[in-house]
Structure formats: C-alpha cells, structure tokens
C-alpha cells in the first residue's frame, strides 16, 4: 500500500528496486527510502512508497506539486483496478486531450493529474502508449498480473532515468547519486564515461561515470521481468523526424507562419500548470519570443528573471538592460538578479554535490534556478534549444563546410595521420590540436561535429590520463560510430543532419541535464518549449531551406509586436557568467589566466565525485571551453 504523504520541503524524483532473480534477496526497505530520500531536493512536496505482494518489488517517490495540488494525486499511484503502480518525473502537456479521449471510451478518473492517465494508457495500449505523449517525461509502470516493469524516457531526454542490473535485482532513480547513496550498487568505474567527460565536457549517454549505472536512452523504453531487463527499444528518433522533413521540404514562402503558429502551440502547452510559470529572460532571441507569445496564449503578466554581473556592466556580454527592455515590450513583470563572485564561492560545494554528474558548465542555470525560487515559482520557461532547433549555431556553417573541404583527403588512406604528422613537425598538435585533427576528422559529419565541440580530441588524451584507461575508454564510447547512429536515418539536408547532431549530443547531454539537476536542485521545474517533439515535426521540412539567420529571424517575428531589430542583430554572447574572473586569483588577469581558470574549476567539478580520484590522474589539464569561455557555446535562453 501507499505510504501516508507528508508535506516536506525540488521536480520530482522516483525510484525502484525489483529483486527479478528467483534467488535474489528480497530488496531492502532501507535501501528504497534512502535512495529515495537523497532526492529529497527534487521533491519537496510529498513522499510515498509501495510494495508488491510479494515484496519483490518496491517502488519510492518525492513529489514536486504542478498538476493537481491534492494529496490524491501522490504517487506511487496505484490505478482503480489495483492492477498498475506507475511512479512518474515530468509533465505531459497533452493530458486534457488524453483524458478527453480516455473518458469518451468509459474510462473514470479519481484525480485531474497526468500521472493518472499513464496508467489508463498502458492499461489500453500497453508499450504503445509512448507514441500517444506530449511532454517531458520518464516512468516506470508496475503490471501485477503480467509481472512486469516498463520503463519509458521522452524522446529528446529532457528528464533522466538511470538503472543498474547486477544480474539478480534491477534498480532506477532520477540520479546517479541516489542510487549510489542505496549502498548497493557497484561504484566501479566506467572509463568510457571518464573519457566522453574529458572529449565533451559531460558524460554521454548512455555511460556514466559507474560501469554498473547506465542511462535509458532518450526516445527509448525498456522492460523488466523475472527474465531480467530487456534490451531498450527505441520508439522515437529525432533523426528520423529530421529526415523525414528533409524529405519533403516546405516551401521557404510557408517558413514564418509555420515558426509562429507551431511554436505558439508548443508554448501554450507548456504553460499548462496548477501554479504560476515564470521565465528565464535573457537579451536573446530565444526567451524573449517566448516571452512575446507567452502574452499571446493568456499569460498576460508573467514574471521574467534574469541575471546579472558586476563584471559585465557596460560591456556586450550584459544581459540585463536588453531583457528589461523586451519585459517592457511585453508587459512582463521583470526582476534582475545580481551575482557576485562571493555567493558563487559560497555557492560552490554545492552546486558540485548537486551536480549528478559531471559537467564543464550549468552555473548559470543554478542561479538563476536559485533566483526563481526565491521568487516562490515552481515553474519557469527556458528558451533552451531553439539554436538546435532554428540552426543557430556557427556549427551550422562550420560542420557542411569542413565535410565539403576534407571529404576528399579525409578517403585517402592514412592522410589523417600523416596531416597530424605534419602539424606535429610544425608545432600545431599542441597549440592548435583541431587543426591537427581536421585530416583525420574534417571529412566527415560526425568527424567535423567532433571537431567543432570537443574539449579535448581522442588522440590528446593519453597526456593525461592513463593510455589503458583512454584506450578502453575509447573503444566502449565508439566516438564516431555513436555520433554516426544519432545522425541515423541521415537527413538529406546538411543543415538537418546538423541540426539532428546538436539535438542528441550538445541539448541532450550538456543543456537539458544541466536545466534537470541545476533546476531541481531549487525545486525548480525548467520547461522547454523550444524542445518539443510535436514542435520538431511542424519545423523540420523548413530546415532545408534555412540561410544563416533564418531560422532566428523567423523565432523573433513570431511574436506580436515582433523583438525589437536592435537585439535581434546584436551579435550573439550566449548565456555566460564571468566565470574566469571568479576563479581567477587575479580577476582583472583572468583573460590571460584562462589554462589556471579552467584547471581549477576542471579540478573541482571533478573531485566533486571522489571515487573518480584514483583514475583521474590529469585534472590539472587545462580546458579550452569551460561555462562562458572558449568556443562552447553556453546556454541559450
């Protein structure tokens, strides 16, 4: 039975154990509780637990309240027949329709939640469910009868799920962390996600840094039972929605109203809430087009935050006086946040512990996380995605040019290394290591991505960790062959076969898991309308026909009146805090101190995770693009 929900003090966090081994040990009730109390942040609202028959199964929640307040919505939530248990993380913005739909064919409903339309859902279309939701989401659904668990992740990967299979139980969470903190799972290391940190300054999935705790991949479901966990299966691929639109192009006439009505949808959907939705607001095209058509869909006085920095008044990298000259635009109700290096110090330790795995960047997503909880708001839009989505990336350009310059010497055997050979003799491999790699690499899609956003390349690492660990590490990732299956069905249009690497590499692993911890570390639920799965079929046949600045231009004429011309040609800063100047001992030196900058905040995000200090041998190594410095591209808003 449900355990009785207590009001506590970030979006929710789930968890289970499933002892699917007739010899397993039954699973520990301290076990499940601890696991899922490590993410109390993620849910401050409510806490349940729940048992199957047998006990062979438990399954624990933390509650972040958006939809429906009541405490008949808390999960584990068991369905009417006492058949399914579903514990859930997200929001699934299509559920009116859904319970509409459901109630027309008798289905009755106890609550006006989400979560309790996953279970009529299953209940009708078992595994097929998945391809009827719009929203963020991961689950996990209990069948008594069949017993049976099923798993599922939306499609960008927005929310996480991890799991660990030691062969007798299986166990999620919502983090890494949390299933450490159980105690009962294996904390060696994973060299494959020690060397995709220092290649892309986050862990790409499905790795993490534990070779027992894997991610469900974006767009994938997975099933459990007393035959152990299945294969993942995939049921929905950014690529392939790509490739289909490039298939049939639309025309370049139909482009701007396609952008507005497409993307006024997606925001009216994610404006759907129990409580107050505010916005990240920065000078950017990006939120402040949300902002413009947030007004549109009835959200009249939203409230915008946005950050701002000493070291960067009267310089291009301000955000602040732009941001409140779009709220004025759009009648938003604006408050600028000031952070100094000194809360950042303070700030410190725990921006690490709330780090679920390691990041280069997602600072300036705490604060101003950190900011709307201050503000009392449990929602906030982000304009996150829109560069991947509209090619706002130089990538865009950068990526098509180097595959059309290098396809040729990249198909002559050995030209890669003897191209390296020849920037080793020139002193280049180690003052410009992408110039090196570019006969190696530059040939190719993936092989010109690798270049473009890599920290450090595959052939530098073995300076600075252990050639063993680099060489194994190397052949789990399958760098170019994983990069290669995201861009898979290939888009016959360069810009979308971009577009779907930026999606399933950068978005997914860097931007959306950074929005997930840093936002829930406030009990903050960032939503994203510019990564919406419905969105992405309405754009994707206008990729082909995108120039450079299109697509944005597009975004920022959607609302009405449209963003002021003057920010929209501003050049583009990104959303970066002054981090080389916080770390730096020298502040005013930091521009020249970036090696000594990087290596300390390098160094701390990674002794942040203290069972990675006997393999990481190298964290004194400087990088290149760390949160707001270098060629990264930081997070939009």
Known sequence: MVSPISKASCMCGMNGIFAYNHSANLPDRSELLTTRDHMRARGPDGFGEW??????????HRRLSILDLSDRASQPMVSECGRFVVVFNGEIYNYPILREQLEAQGRSFQTTSDTEVLLHLYALKGADMVHDLRGMFAFAIWDNEARGLFLARDAYGIKPLYTANDGWTFRFASQVKALLAGGKVSRDPEPAGVVGFHIWGSVPEPFTLYREIRQLPAGHTQYVDAAGPREPQCYCSISAILSAGADAPAPASAAQECVRAAVKDSVRAHLLADVEVGIFLSKGVDSGALLGLSREAGHDKMRALTLGYDEYQGTADDETSGARQVADLYGAEHATRIVRRQEFCADLPAILEAMDQPSIDGVNTWFVAKAASEQGLKVAISGVGGDELLAGYPSFTDVPRAVQLFALPAAIPGIGLAWRGAAQLLQLAKSRPKVAGLGEYGGTYPGAYLLRRAIFLPFELSDMLEPALVSEGLRRLDILGALQSSMSPAPKSRVSRVAALESSQYLRNQLLRDADWAGMAHGVEIRTPLVDIDLLREVSPLLPSLKPGDGKRFLSNAPNPPLPSSLVNAPKTGFTTPLATWLSEEGEQASVNRGLTS??????????FRDQRKIV???????????????LESVPV
């Open 617 to 631: 041998t190298a964290v004194t190594q400087p990088y290149v693009a760390v949160a707001g410095m270098g060629d």
């Open 599 to 608: 290596r300390r905040w390098a160094r701390g995000v990674l002794d942040s």
């Open 51 to 60: 048992w199957n028959g047998d006990r062979r199964l438990g399954l624990g």
